[in-house]
Structure formats: C-alpha cells, structure tokens
C-alpha cells in the first residue's frame, strides 16, 4: 500500500515538473463544536458522533487540511491524488484515494472508461466534494459514513455509458483487493455519523467495550485495508440520469472474503450490500434518498459464526439560492447479530436528524453550521456501565478557507 501511494506521488511531481497540466487544491478547516458528553467512537468510546464534550462550553477544533493533486497527462489520461493532515489518523499526514484515469474521447452516443489505484466505491450521492466532503452537510448520513470507514477500491473499475436523447445510461463494474477487514467495525461499533474517512494508512480504533468484552485490554486498532485471503472483491452497478427523472442508480457490492481466513489476529469478513439511490432536483430544490442493506460475517474458527444484518436509509431535502445553502437530513439505521449458542449484545437501531446552512460568500471561503441529533439503542454500553439507550447532540460551525 505505501508503496503504491509513493507511486502515485511520484507521479504527480513527475507531471507537475514536466510543465503538463496540473492542478492542486485543497482546503483549511476549522470548527467550533459544542457536543454531548458521550465519549466518541474516535477515542474508543460508544458515541456515534465524531466530538466529545460537557455540552455546556464551546471549544475549538482543527478539522482537517485536504490537498488534491490533478494532473492531465494526455487528454485521455488523468492522475489524482488527494492527501490529509487530521489530528486523530495515524501518520501525519495520510492518503484517503490515489489514482490514474483513462477516458478516450467519445464522438458518438458511446463512452468509455477505466481507473486504477485506490479510490472511493461510487456509493455516495452526498459526498461529491474534494477530500469526499458533503455538498450539503458537514456531516454525511450513516451510510456514506460507513462507507468512508471501511471501504476503499484498492484496484480497477470500468464504467460503460451510452447518452440517448431522454437521458444517460450508465453501467459499472470493479475488482478489488486489500478490503477484508471491512465489516469489522459495523459488527463491534455499528453505525457512527463521521466526517473523516479512514486514510489508507490509518487504523480505525476498536469500541473499548468490544475489547473488553473480548477478554483484551484496549486500546486496540485494526487495520482496514489489508489483503487476507488473496481473493479479489467487485461490485457492479447501473445508473440512469434524465431531467423528467434525476438520477436513479443501484449497486451490488461483495468483497468475497473467506470468513475463516486470518493473518495474526486480524480476519476477514465477507461483506456484501445492495445500495439504490435517487436524486431530483426541483428548481431551487435538491432531494436526495438513499438506501443500504447487507450483512456481514466471520467465522474464525469451527463452531463459531457471527453474522450482522445492517440496514439504513435517509432523505435529504436541499435548497440553494446564490451563495447560500439549507439541508435538513432525517434518517434510519440498525443493525442486527446473530451468534449461535452466544449471546453477544452487538445488535443496535436508531435514528438521527441534521440541519445545516452553508454561506459562500466567495470562492475560497465555507462557512456552515449543523446541529445534529442521534437516537441510539445499543445493549453492549451496558458492559462500560452506561445506559444502552442514548441520545447525542452536536453543534458546529465550520470555517473552510480554500486554495
């Protein structure tokens, strides 16, 4: 893996040094947060939500800096590469996609195009934005938070489109490798609303509880994307796009993992879902609606399987009207395990709400508030002492300086 982010930067120099098109961005992020006292999943606790606090006081926040390098070897070759400096991830500084492109130019109804390296599974309808930041929110919903924690393309994807008069046909389909462990947090954490997506360095921290529960003494970390069984993953997906409809897609997803499969003590989970979204817009108005279901599992040794059922959907209602933006975001999620002949309390459901207004007064300056509340039932806090019934609250107010 460090290797091929080497790679990749390598790449991006060589380009930039050789005067061909290139482009870099990024962005500053700093926020102000008020919270509940809920210790958060980031720090090993049973919060959902990314900060912590007495819910009385106001404190300061360095978010993150996101840095994306693009260049345009050829016009039909492209490279990307965007890189985060974020206080709780392992290194430094730390890689969240790496990747190269190429599309030929389409002179008739077809189109055509292949990628390769690391990148985001085209999961998200919210999550649009350089560094996969929300358009609308500074928190995404639980879906494409999961998403931005356990899963990344560490491999190739081909997209097919075919552009009618009524509208845009697309079809997809990947392999991918170094993804096994994905299914291991929405098992031992469950759902979490989250807007820092692993680095593909970084080692998401395990809930203490589930430690604890497990007769280890925390902290303990895993890390997301490693390569278990040499078995390759894919997914595969459709998509169609017109004025009269909007956008409708839907996607299978299937990492293919051998459950029993393990390398010291970190295993594999095989981890599949079915993912189907729509979005409309409706003069000044945007409606976005996505769904998720899956499960994933693990058989580690013989006489043990624990399989998670996961389910969430939300609805999100956007308007936009010249430098400003207003969301208001509701949504559902569950999760339920089954563990013959053990009776382990991993099994959760809740629901959530988000409000947020964004102000762009120019083009490098992002200022947003959000107020977020989380209802959540989860038997396993009673390990830690605590209620399983919890609810959470988090106000920000995010300033992005961009370059």
Do not use: C
């Not at 009776?343 to 490098?364: C, I, Q, V, Y």
């Amino acid at each position: 893996m460090r290797a091929a982010i080497a790679l990749f930067a390598l790449l991006l120099s060589s380009t930039a040094a050789g005067a061909i098109d290139f482009d870099f961005q990024g962005y500053l992020d700093m926020r102000a947060v008020a919270a509940t006292r809920l210790r958060s999943y980031l720090d090993g606790g049973t919060g959902l939500l990314r900060f912590e606090d007495d819910g009385t006081t106001t404190s300061l926040h360095f978010a993150e800096a996101i840095g994306q390098g693009h260049a345009q070897i050829t016009p039909e070759l492209s490279a990307l590469a965007v890189a985060r400096i974020e206080p709780a991830q392992k290194t430094f500084v730390d890689f969240l996609e790496a990747y190269v492109r190429y599309r030929p130019v389409s002179t008739n109804a077809w189109r055509w195009s292949v990628k390769a390296g690391a990148f985001f599974p085209p999961v998200s309808l919210e999550n649009t934005e350089i560094g996969w930041t929300s358009y609308w929110t500074l928190t995404p919903s639980v879906i494409n938070s999961w998403v931005g924690d356990e899963l990344r393309t560490i491999g190739g994807e081909g997209t097919l489109e075919w552009r009618g008069q009524s509208g845009t046909l697309t079809l997809m389909a990947a392999m991918f490798g170094w993804n096994d462990p994905a299914g291991t947090l929405m098992a031992d954490r469950g759902w979490t609303l989250d807007d820092r997506p692993t680095g593909l360095i970084d080692h998401p921290r395990e809930p203490d509880m589930t430690v604890i529960l497990f007769g280890d003494t925390p902290p303990d970390h895993t890390p997301m994307f490693n390569e278990i069984d040499g078995r390759a993953g894919w997914y595969a997906g459709a998509s169609w796009d017109d004025s009269d409809l909007g956008h409708v897609e839907i996607i299978r997803y299937d990492n293919e993992a051998n459950s029993s499969a393990h390398t010291g003590d970190y295993f594999a989970w095989r981890t599949r879902f079915w993912d189907v979204g729509l979005s409309r817009q409706f003069g000044e108005f945007t409606v976005l609606s996505q769904g998720m279901t899956g499960q994933t599992t693990i058989t580690p040794f013989p006489g043990f399987r624990s399989t998670t059922d996961f389910n969430a959907a939300y609805a999100l209602l956007g308007w936009e009207r010249d430098e400003w933006r207003l969301a208001g975001r509701a949504e559902i999620f569950g999760t339920n395990q089954t563990n013959p002949g053990t009776d382990l309390p991993f099994s959760e459901h809740g629901h959530a709400f988000t409000a947020a207004a964004s102000w762009l007064p120019n083009d490098w300056l992002r200022l947003t508030g959000e107020i977020l509340y989380v209802h959540s039932i989860r038997a396993e806090r009673a390990i830690v002492g605590q209620n399983p019934r919890q609810n959470e609250t988090q106000a920000q107010l995010s300033a992005r300086i961009y370059f």
